[in-house]
């Protein structure tokens, strides 16, 4: 989050900057700060100068110390200054004193806003107003003579029938006489500065004629030593547009302003003189330094595709009078090299004579847009993927099950020290690793709930890093507790982030080097930076010497679609991200430039015992007991109903859910029920597994099921007695698989206390 507001304050145009209150250092400035001051720094590179330095003179910054002292923070607070390089600037600053409790240090926080463009327009208005006054004065409207006493001596009035009043009550009188009290003080106080100044002085004042308020400018210029000119003229309608003007002037900026869209208008000859606040941000371009530049200049469009020059749109407009838009693949190059795929319309600026007078263009940055589409296209690949990827997978652990079932019921078959079962042993193991690949390719294409159970992650970590790196430049070193916590997690996708993890270390070595994996016990306080609940975890370390990451990639290493390889789909490490946290534990990345990398990802330690399995060569429990087994595999049905006989059972297998359903009820009626069933989740074109136990249930609510899947990362698999199944079997399965399923289905063993791994 931290990152995302560092990222907000950069776009703002605002200068936000810290600053120390004692030796005047900048703590921290955004680029807004950098450009209000005209620097030619970075605002890494303002960080650590003195705020004195990069002002160019001290007293904005006395200024600022002072009022803050006295009055604790300040708000609107107004000054002029020039900067280094010359230019003048007005500026708007809020500040406040921060204390920090931590280093007792004092820190002035302050957010600078350029007002430059509105105080050039309000002094530019104010130039051109005086003017104005200067040709006023001279007009015949109605002139007052006034002795320096005040009163009225003589009057003449230029177009009499439009005055508000008749003006030769006036003569002989005082101005207090005839004029409301403020009119006259300010008449006396113009008329004592015009005769001490020999100066023109000017007012207005307002007069109240029952339904409206008229207003009117009094210009008092000496005549004489003894006596002054008062031009007086009535500007209702003046005041009144300026009112007008200012109100939809500051309408038009708020809405230029507020739009998302960027803005430029030209004139007739196609040169900028309007860029809106999102315009000046997409082109990289001040209002300032674009004015009067051709629009090509400002606007530089390319094709996306063939790097060609697109046509001016503004020439386009002026050409046609009609309304254009931008080619589809268009690309805007900014002034600083920034490109961004834009859509844009141009459209003419008409006078009331329906002639062209320039050309508005309007336009968006669809950078975002394309890509968030680009992503979803990527998306949808990836779910048709997946949805291949698991067909595949099914199909190719049917064929395996009924391999490794063959297999499995050899060896428990033969004499355990018959030469053949070494053979038949890395039958095995290389069986369990075309399981572990179809696993990985289905978590890797479409994720999916982990099947979670005690694992000692040590085996798993040896494993998977090995294979990672085998036949890599790299050598890793294990550093691996003895005492290590067991954790609840699916050892296959967790396999897979630590080979991701590894790979990626390895990378980083492109001349070798050492990949080192860490695992510890770690017990996490209630408070820690993780976002982790308090307990027991077991931290793992993967740590490489290699280039480092930059720190700009660091944040974004997880995100879909990231990388700074030439080759890769910058989906190793989101897909990382995604199991670990699908197992309620974190992955963080600390890397230095230079000297190397170290993810750390956090697991939470459970206290439930490790299942042991019957290890190859061992005497494998019998049982007793009548097992339906439906399965649409024909492979898979003889495979299983040797596996059973073997084990001690009496089987009946069938090979849809329609026929199991039959089966089972029959066997019911006829007093011969059947103990177990074992149901293939997925029967094409059939009733699968799901579906086949909720309708067994309503004939016998005590039915005992084991489901089997070659899909293994079905959420069913992941939490079987939350959808009623008292076991399961991933495919493909060994004998010793489907002794230890039924030994807990039909005779579930005694609950036992759990070991406590609470402190």
């Known amino acids: 989050m931290k990152n995302i507001y560092l990222r907000l304050l950069d776009f703002t145009n605002d200068g936000v900057y810290r600053y120390d209150w004692e030796d005047g250092l900048v703590q ?156 006259a003080a300010r008449t006396r106080r113009a008329m004592a500065d015009a005769l001490a100044r020999s100066s023109t002085e000017v007012f207005e004042y307002a ?24 031009v007086i003229r009535e500007i209702t309608d003046r005041v009144r547009a300026q009112e007008a003007l200012a109100s939809e002037k500051e309408r038009l900026s708020v809405t230029l302003a507020s739009i998302g869209d960027g803005v430029i208008a030209t004139d007739a000859q196609g040169r900028v003189t309007l860029l809106n606040r999102v315009a000046e941000r997409l082109t990289a371009w001040k209002t300032q330094d674009a004015i009067g530049r051709p629009l ?46 834009i859509a844009d319309s141009g459209a003419p600026i008409r006078d009331t004579s329906s002639r062209i007078m320039g050309v508005v263009l309007v336009f968006r940055d669809q950078t975002e847009t394309r890509r968030m589409e680009e992503e979803a296209t990527r998306a949808q690949k990836l779910e048709s993927l997946g949805v ?46 075309a399981r572990e690949l179809t696993q990985q390719l289905l978590t890797f294409a479409k994720g999916g709930a982990p099947i979670r159970r005690p694992t000692c992650l040590a085996t798993v970590i040896r494993d998977a890093v090995s294979f990672a790196l085998s036949g890599a430049h790299s050598r890793c070193a294990f550093d691996i507790a003895d005492d290590l916590w067991c954790v609840e997690a699916d050892p296959g996708q967790i396999g897979q982030v630590l080979q991701n993890l590894a790979m990626n270390a390895d990378e980083a070595m492109p001349e070798g080097g050492t990949v080192t994996v860490q695992a510890r016990n770690e017990i996490l306080p209630t408070s820690n930076a993780y976002g982790l609940p308090p307990g027991q975890f077991v931290r793992i370390e993967v740590r ?25 789909s910058g989906l190793g490490l989101s897909v990382s991200y995604s199991i670990v946290h699908n197992h309620d534990g974190r992955i963080v990345a600390e890397s230095s430039l230079g000297v190397g990398t170290r993810l750390v990802v956090w697991l939470p330690a459970t206290g439930r015992t490790l299942e042991v399995h019957a290890a190859s060569g061992q005497v494998i429990q019998q049982g007793q007991g ?88 079905d959420p069913i698999l992941a939490d079987p007695p939350r959808w009623g199944f008292q076991g399961f079997l991933v495919k493909p399965y060994r004998v010793d698989d489907m002794a230890r399923v039924l030994s807990q289905v039909i005779r579930p063993p005694a609950p036992c206390k759990q070991p406590d791994l609470q402190p």
């Open 296 to 341: 090509a200049e400002v606007f530089h469009i390319i094709n996306e595709q063939t790097r060609e020059l697109c046509e001016n749109p503004v020439d386009k407009v002026l050409r046609t009078g009609q309304i254009v838009g931008l080619a589809n693949h268009t690309a805007l190059i900014a002034r600083d090299g920034t490109e961004r795929i």
């Open 207 to 230: 007069l109240d004629f029952g339904p409206e308020v008229r207003h009117f400018e009094a210009r008092i210029a000496p005549a004489a030593p003894d006596e002054v000119l008062a």
């Open 626 to 713: 009548h097992i339906l087994l439906m399965d649409d595999e024909a492979l898979i049905r003889e495979v299983g109903q040797a596996m059973l006989g073997h084990l001690g059972y009496t089987t009946e297998v069938c090979r849809d859910g329609a026929e199991a359903i039959h089966r089972y009820t029959d066997a019911r009626v006829a007093g011969h029920p059947f103990d177990a069933v074992i149901l293939d989740l997925t029967i094409p074109g059939g009733i699968g597994g799901q579906e086949v136990l909720e309708r067994l249930r309503q004939v016998d609510p005590n039915v005992r099921a084991v489901v089997s899947s070659g899909y293994s990362n």
């Open 388 to 433: 291949l990827a698991g067909g595949i997978a099914h199909d190719f652990n049917n064929i395996l099950t009924g391999v490794l079932g063959n297999v499995s019921l050899v060896r428990a078959t033969i004499d355990p020290s018959a030469k053949v079962q070494d053979r038949l042993s890395d039958a095995e193991k290389a069986l369990a690793r």
């Open 544 to 568: 490489d010497t290699g280039t480092g990451i930059a720190p700009q990639h660091l944040a974004r290493i997880f995100d879909p679609y990231f990388t700074t390889k030439k080759r890769g």
């Open 28 to 183: 921290f400035a955004n680029a807004g700060f950098t450009r209000i001051l005209d620097l030619d720094l970075t605002p890494e590179q303002v960080v650590g100068r003195p705020m004195r330095e990069l002002i160019g003179y001290v007293e904005p910054e006395r200024r600022v110390r002072d009022l803050v002292t006295e009055r604790g923070e300040i708000h609107d607070l107004e000054y002029r200054f020039r900067t280094l390089k010359g230019a003048e600037r007005f500026v708007l600053l809020d500040a406040f004193i921060l204390d920090d409790p931590v280093t007792n240090r004092r820190f002035v926080e302050a957010v600078v806003r350029d007002i430059t463009e509105r105080k050039q327009h309000e002094e530019a208005l104010a130039a051109s107003e005086a003017r104005y006054r200067t040709i006023l004065a001279a007009l015949p409207d109605l002139l007052f003579r006034i002795r320096i006493d005040g009163v009225f001596t003589d009057y003449h009035a230029g177009r009499a029938e439009d005055l508000a009043f008749e003006p030769s009550r006036f003569l002989g009188a005082p101005v207090e006489a005839v004029m409301p009290p403020q009119v």
